[in-house]
């Protein structure tokens, strides 16, 4: 199950249920074509690492998009890297410089824990296993569990003051 979490509603915008033969990446673009509205950050995890996934979202939603994904820990820089460093180098450099802790506090990389929690909610509220048996039913099944989750969203969200 792949979903795309809106960080500021707390909304699902995206989901799709693939088989386990579909990687991350290759979800990818069925899940993008899902969002009707401009995406201006996009945070995923290392499975997401690499050329193709970073040109289909500057394809899809301009130059301006701010993309986070973490370089495996044995990545290096491109050959240009001197020259015209990309911004997955400038993530490699930070995290070899700074550590990956704090790399991942600068561009917000730790917001991504949301998504954790959304997967933690879906299990909590929907279930650990979808009950339907066959494939098209289980894509049913993912589809009403997001509206349920998103309208469990909509009904109210916590919203934290500090006092001191």
């Known amino acids: 199950m792949h979903l795309g ?3 500021v509603s707390g ?3 995206c989901d799709e249920l693939t088989t386990d033969e579909v990687g991350d990446p290759t979800a990818l673009p069925g899940l993008l074509d899902q969002i009707a509205s401009p995406v201006t950050q996009f945070l995923a995890d290392g499975a997401y690492d690499g050329g193709p996934t970073r040109d289909l979202l500057t394809a899809r939603f301009g130059s ?6 973490p370089p495996p820990k044995n990545a290096s820089p491109s050959p240009d890297a001197a020259q015209d460093p990309t911004v997955r180098d400038c993530h490699i450099a930070e995290i070899a410089a700074r550590g990956r802790m704090a790399w ?3 561009p917000g990389y730790n917001q991504r824990s949301r998504g954790e929690t959304l997967m933690g909610r879906w299990k909590t509220v929907i279930g650990p296993k979808l009950k ?6 289980q894509k049913t099944e ?5 509206r349920i989750l998103n309208r469990m969203t909509g009904l109210g969200r916590p919203h934290f003051e500090r006092t001191a």
């Open 142 to 146: 993912v589809k009403i569990g997001v």
């Open 11 to 13: 909304e699902i915008v």
């Open 104 to 106: 991942q506090k600068a």
């Open 5 to 7: 979490l809106d960080l």
């Open 132 to 137: 339907a048996r066959n494939f098209e039913n």
């Open 64 to 69: 301006m998009i701010e993309v986070t994904i």
